[in-house]
């Protein structure tokens, strides 16, 4: 038992020792890892990071387990040591071998040789063996490392940082906004908008947003989104069939015709239901039997009145047609054609109209079944282009959303960069009292469209007409190019006031139009 | 048993002190031959002629009051002359054979200058070192108990010497090698034996004490770090061993035997019984390792062309070892 407990107290004390060689390596570790990237940080203008001490404190409790496991001392070995440091001449290793073995007389005289021996030694006077300099120096840095966790972040630094929280939480409420914006669009959708406009694939890219703390980063997310955006926006253009339905609308106000001022009244006003219910009211009913002569005048009556309107748009198609083939890339096809079609149906009614009448003034038997044919064929053609007005209606609808959309996406990006407000600032601008945010949102036909854009409504310098602007004279010529403007604008109205005439062409008409916006666009160029 | 580890250090030392009246210095020698005596084992000195060898066998005898011959080898003698022979005797008027014994029937045998003998002589002693009985005329004899060899050579003149064969040499507990003496040693011999009066050697021990003190030293108990260690040393002497040292591998060609092993034990347990203590230490095995492996211990023709010292190489091997 004294033995054993001789071999505990070796082990204890080499044990204490190896610890404090464990500690001294720890502290090295720790001080010097710690140290290294405090170093990093601060070269580079931040504070130290916690989690750098984090990091070197971990390692060093992790290399303090290791190697306290892997070398502390077993009683094997503790026996071992102190017959080698005590000068036993293996006498504790042999004394643990025998004290196994049965009891025998030279068992017994060795067990009293080494009781002798071991009264005459401490166990404490083994040495506490670390070195002392290297423990100083872990000690030192460590210090050092725990005084460079005080040196503070410089100027620069704070204001990045804080500059990069500031953008996270901005690229957070935009996200947000935007998310918002988009879900809000998504209910408000008609069923013909949802099919113009892939709400999944948008939902799907605006779900991808994320928040991050790198202006760049941010920027880049949003204006990827808002590039498919517009290249959405760009596919529902439809700008030959505006442009054939502008100039419809046109014609049919030059027209003393009542119904066709109404309809261009309705068509003007967007109001697309309104004016399919007027065509409707064009259309004339299928006859089958004689009519009298004051059902035929009225008949008649109601055919002009049709011819009226539809030649009236079949020409504001024509002019249309024949300026955008005189000018970009014709579209073909679309509302011009299906408005001509429709004013063609009619012509051939009319025409078949005053054949039934001739017949019936020569009392011949009247068939009016071709009669009825053409009819149903105009009133094909004639919700042909009431569908295609519809349409046309949503697909504007549709654009103007994603333009919306798009502005929407813009003004995160500023804001995100710290350009423009938020889009529920955005209102604050403008916006008429008792206007709520998410009015503004909803209603795409806002009156202030330009609310929020700050660019716009401050101007920018140096950009746009200025009244003070000084034309230059064309060199060589000494005639103002500011009179020549003056010539061609007067030139311009002359032929605006010709063109407005009735009795000239269309074709003629859409010509000369054209020739002044080619002379108009070469001088803005 | 304390009083039989007393008797083994008294009695040693009473020899060792007795001895030491007429060989001066030589203690290291003194102590290891009477170590191997004390265990049974046979010793090979070797020393330069004059070193006091074949005083130092004398001397022990005398201490020991054994009965002492010897043989001084020669190339033509024969192992009759060793081990006896049969000769024709008349007896009761009828001749027969009779054995005459050789002068190996004795305690304690001087082989003196014993590799000047043809290996057929020394062959015959093969069997009397290692089974402590000679054979004549198919009649095998029991040798006296205690028995011991005590050879020398010289290893300066190896004209007209024939080297001990490995099997031999294995027989052999110990091989020593007597150096010269010190000055003050060389002084102290020069006064003790240029006067008229020369000491005398007086009998201090019997073969029954040696037997006695061989028996108590088999109870002296070994750890088995310790035998791990002992048997690492003797495998380290091997070169076929994975972990040999790179000079055994290079200049060894055979290592020592299990019988050094036994050899080294016994030692080393008479070591620890001499030192005051009850049990082994690697000490003790380190403290006889050079005198039992460095005759065991047959280098490769690179080892001889290199002069490599095997007492070098063992103490190469127990660096090397972990203990």
Same mark, same amino acid.
């Given at each position: 038992?004294?033995?054993?407990?001789?071999?505990?107290?070796?082990?204890?004390?080499?044990?204490?020792?190896?610890?404090?060689?464990?500690?001294?390596?720890?502290?090295?570790?720790?001080?010097?890892? +710690?140290?290294?990237?405090?170093?990093?940080?601060?070269?580079?203008?931040?504070?130290?990071?916690?989690?750098?001490?984090?990091?070197?404190?971990?390692?060093?409790?992790?290399?303090?387990?290791?190697?306290?496991?892997?070398?502390?001392?077993?009683?094997?070995?503790?026996?071992?040591?102190?017959?080698?440091?005590?000068? *036993?001449?293996?006498?504790?290793?042999?004394?643990?071998?025998?004290?196994?073995?049965?009891?025998?007389?030279?068992?017994?005289?060795?067990?009293?040789?080494?009781?002798?021996?071991?009264?005459?030694?401490?166990?404490?006077?083994?040495?506490?063996?670390?070195?002392?300099?290297?423990?100083?120096?872990?000690?030192?840095?460590?210090?050092?490392?725990? %005084?460079?966790?005080?040196?503070?972040?410089?100027?620069?630094?704070?204001?990045?940082?804080?500059? =990069?929280?500031?953008?996270?939480?901005?690229?957070?409420?935009?996200? =947000?906004?935007?998310?918002?914006?988009?879900?809000?669009?998504?209910?408000?959708?008609?069923?013909?908008?949802?099919?113009?406009?892939?709400?999944?694939?948008?939902?799907?890219?605006?779900?991808?947003?994320?928040?991050?703390?790198?202006?760049?980063?941010?920027?880049?997310?949003?204006?990827?989104?808002?590039?498919?955006?517009?290249?959405?926006?760009?596919?529902?253009?439809?700008?030959?069939?505006?442009?054939?339905?502008?100039?419809?609308?046109?014609?049919?106000?030059?027209?003393?015709?009542?119904?066709?001022?109404?309809?261009?009244?309705?068509?003007?006003?967007?109001?697309?239901?309104?004016?399919?219910?007027?065509?409707?009211?064009?259309?004339?009913?299928?006859?089958?039997?004689?009519?009298?002569?004051?059902?035929?005048?009225?008949?008649?009556?109601?055919?002009?009145?049709?011819?009226?309107?539809?030649?009236?748009?079949?020409?504001?198609?024509?002019?249309?047609?024949?300026?955008?083939?005189?000018?970009?890339?014709?579209?073909?096809?679309?509302?011009?054609?299906?408005?001509?079609?429709?004013?063609?149906?009619?012509?051939?009614?009319?025409?078949?109209?005053?054949?039934?009448?001739?017949?019936?003034?020569?009392?011949?038997?009247?068939?009016?079944?071709?009669?009825?044919?053409?009819?149903?064929?105009?009133?094909?053609?004639?919700?042909?282009?009431?569908?295609?007005?519809?349409?046309?209606?949503?697909?504007?609808?549709?654009?103007?959303?994603?333009?919306?959309?798009?502005?929407?996406?813009?003004?995160?990006?500023?804001?995100?960069?710290?350009?423009?407000?938020?889009?529920?600032?955005?209102?604050?601008?403008?916006?008429? /009292?008792?206007?709520?945010?998410?009015?503004?949102?909803?209603? @795409?036909?806002?009156?202030?469209?330009?609310?929020?854009?700050?660019?716009?409504?401050?101007?920018?310098?140096?950009?746009?007409?200025?009244?003070?602007?000084?034309?230059?004279?064309?060199?060589? %010529?000494?005639?103002?190019?500011?009179?020549?403007?003056?010539?061609?604008?007067?030139?311009?109205?002359?032929?605006?006031?010709?063109?407005?005439?009735?009795?000239? @062409?269309?074709?003629?008409?859409?010509?000369?139009?054209?020739?002044?916006?080619?002379?108009?666009?070469? =001088?803005?160029? | 048993?304390?009083?039989?580890?007393?008797?083994?250090?008294?009695?040693?030392?009473?020899?060792?002190?007795?001895?030491?009246?007429?060989?001066?210095?030589?203690?290291?020698?003194?102590?290891?031959?009477?170590?191997?005596?004390?265990?049974?084992?046979?010793?090979?000195?070797?020393?330069?002629?004059?070193?006091?060898?074949?005083?130092?066998?004398?001397?022990?005898?005398?201490?020991?009051?054994?009965?002492?011959?010897?043989?001084?080898?020669? /190339?033509?003698?024969?192992? +009759?002359?060793?081990?006896?022979?049969?000769?024709?005797?008349?007896?009761?008027?009828?001749?027969?054979?009779?054995?005459?014994?050789?002068?190996?029937?004795?305690?304690?045998?001087?082989?003196?200058?014993?590799?000047?003998?043809?290996?057929?002589?020394?062959?015959?002693?093969?069997?009397?070192?290692?089974?402590?009985?000679?054979?004549?005329?198919?009649?095998?004899?029991?040798? /006296?108990?205690?028995?011991?060899?005590?050879?020398?050579?010289?290893?300066?003149?190896?004209?007209?010497?024939?080297?001990?064969?490995?099997?031999?040499?294995?027989?052999?507990?110990?091989? *020593?090698?007597?150096?010269?003496?010190?000055?003050?040693?060389?002084? =102290?011999?020069?006064?003790? %034996?240029?006067?008229?009066?020369?000491?005398?050697?007086?009998?201090?021990?019997?073969?029954?004490?040696?037997?006695?003190?061989?028996?108590?030293?088999?109870?002296?108990?070994?750890?088995?770090?310790?035998?791990?260690?002992?048997?690492?040393?003797?495998?380290?002497?091997? /070169?076929?061993?994975?972990?040999?040292?790179?000079?055994?591998?290079?200049?060894?060609?055979?290592?020592?035997?299990?019988?050094?092993?036994?050899?080294?034990?016994?030692?080393?347990?008479?070591?620890?019984?001499?030192?005051?203590?009850?049990?082994?230490?690697?000490?003790?095995?380190?403290?006889?390792?050079?005198?039992? *492996?460095?005759?065991?211990?047959?280098?490769?023709?690179?080892?001889?062309?290199?002069?490599?010292?095997?007492?070098?190489?063992?103490?190469?091997?127990?660096?090397?070892?972990?203990?």
């Amino acid at each position: 038992m004294k033995l054993e407990s001789f071999i505990d107290r070796v082990s204890t004390r080499l044990n204490h020792a190896l610890l404090l060689r464990a500690l001294t390596v720890a502290g090295l570790i720790f001080g010097s890892v +710690s140290i290294v990237i405090a170093l990093v940080y601060i070269c580079r203008g931040y504070a130290a990071p916690g989690w750098g001490y984090l990091v070197g404190g971990s390692l060093s409790l992790g290399a303090l387990a290791m190697v306290v496991w892997r070398q502390r001392v077993t009683r094997d070995q503790a026996a071992r040591y102190a017959d080698q440091f005590f000068d *036993l001449k293996d006498g504790v290793v042999s004394a643990r071998f025998l004290t196994g073995e049965k009891g025998s007389a030279m068992q017994e005289l060795q067990r009293k040789w080494l009781e002798t021996r071991l009264q005459a030694v401490d166990a404490r006077s083994i040495p506490l063996d670390f070195s002392r300099k290297l423990a100083t120096l872990a000690l030192i840095l460590g210090l050092c490392a725990m %005084t460079m966790s005080f040196v503070p972040a410089s100027e620069r630094v704070v204001s990045a940082l804080a500059d =990069e929280q500031a953008t996270l939480e901005r690229s957070q409420e935009a996200v =947000e906004q935007i998310q918002e914006v988009v879900s809000e669009m998504e209910n408000d959708l008609s069923e013909d908008e949802r099919q113009e406009i892939p709400m999944d694939e948008l939902r799907k890219m605006v779900e991808d947003l994320k928040p991050h703390k790198d202006r760049s980063t941010v920027s880049r997310q949003f204006a990827r989104v808002e590039q498919r955006a517009r290249e959405m926006s760009k596919q529902l253009e439809q700008k030959q069939d505006e442009q054939s339905l502008e100039e419809a609308i046109k014609e049919l106000k030059k027209s003393s015709n009542k119904q066709a001022k109404k309809l261009a009244d309705q068509l003007e006003k967007s109001d697309i239901k309104a004016a399919q219910k007027e065509l409707n009211k064009l259309k004339p009913k299928e006859q089958s039997k004689p009519l009298s002569k004051k059902e035929m005048a009225e008949l008649r009556k109601k055919l002009e009145n049709l011819r009226e309107v539809s030649k009236r748009m079949a020409a504001g198609a024509r002019a249309n047609s024949a300026s955008s083939a005189s000018g970009a890339a014709g579209q073909g096809g679309g509302l011009g054609d299906e408005m001509a079609g429709m004013d063609l149906d009619a012509q051939q009614l009319e025409e078949m109209l005053k054949q039934l009448e001739l017949s019936q003034m020569r009392n011949e038997k009247i068939d009016w079944t071709p009669y009825n044919e053409q009819v149903c064929k105009f009133c094909k053609s004639c919700d042909k282009v009431g569908c295609r007005l519809q349409a046309m209606k949503a697909r504007q609808s549709a654009q103007c959303r994603l333009n919306k959309l798009c502005k929407n996406l813009s003004q995160c990006q500023n804001y995100c960069n710290k350009k423009g407000q938020s889009l529920c600032l955005s209102p604050v601008s403008g916006m008429k /009292p008792g206007s709520a945010s998410t009015d503004q949102r909803k209603d @795409p036909g806002d009156e202030l469209q330009a609310n929020g854009d700050l660019q716009q409504l401050k101007g920018q310098k140096g950009a746009g007409p200025s009244l003070s602007k000084v034309e230059e004279a064309e060199s060589g %010529t000494g005639v103002s190019s500011n009179r020549i403007t003056a010539k061609a604008r007067d030139y311009s109205r002359q032929m605006e006031a010709f063109i407005e005439r009735d009795n000239v @062409p269309e074709e003629l008409k859409s010509g000369v139009k054209e020739y002044f916006k080619t002379i108009h666009n070469t =001088e803005m160029q | 048993m304390e009083a039989l580890a007393e008797h083994f250090r008294e009695t040693f030392t009473k020899v060792q002190g007795e001895v030491s009246r007429f060989i001066v210095g030589q203690n290291d020698i003194i102590e290891d031959v009477l170590i191997s005596i004390c265990c049974g084992g046979h010793v090979l000195l070797e020393g330069v002629p004059g070193v006091g060898k074949t005083s130092l066998v004398n001397s022990i005898s005398q201490a020991l009051s054994v009965d002492f011959k010897r043989i001084q080898f020669t /190339p033509d003698l024969l192992p +009759s002359d060793v081990i006896g022979t049969q000769v024709l005797v008349d007896k009761d008027g009828r001749r027969e054979l009779e054995f005459q014994a050789g002068p190996i029937f004795c305690n304690l045998l001087l082989a003196d200058e014993i590799n000047r003998a043809t290996p057929k002589t020394q062959s015959a002693l093969l069997e009397s070192m290692q089974e402590k009985t000679a054979t004549v005329a198919n009649v095998t004899h029991q040798l /006296p108990s205690p028995f011991f060899v005590m050879a020398t050579q010289n290893p300066i003149e190896n004209d007209g010497t024939y080297p001990l064969p490995e099997a031999q040499l294995d027989r052999f507990f110990f091989k *020593l090698e007597v150096g010269l003496p010190s000055h003050d040693d060389f002084f =102290e011999i020069l006064n003790r %034996t240029g006067g008229k009066q020369v000491p005398q050697v007086e009998a201090v021990a019997s073969g029954e004490d040696v037997i006695k003190m061989g028996e108590t030293l088999r109870e002296v108990p070994l750890a088995p770090e310790v035998q791990s260690y002992l048997v690492k040393l003797v495998r380290g002497t091997h /070169p076929e061993g994975e972990d040999a040292h790179a000079d055994v591998k290079q200049f060894v060609r055979n290592g020592a035997s299990p019988r050094a092993g036994q050899a080294m034990l016994a030692a080393a347990r008479a070591k620890a019984l001499l030192d005051g203590r009850f049990h082994v230490a690697k000490e003790d095995i380190d403290a006889v390792a050079l005198q039992a *492996l460095r005759h065991r211990m047959i280098l490769s023709f690179e080892g001889e062309a290199e002069g490599v010292k095997t007492d070098q190489l063992i103490k190469s091997i127990i660096s090397s070892i972990q203990y």
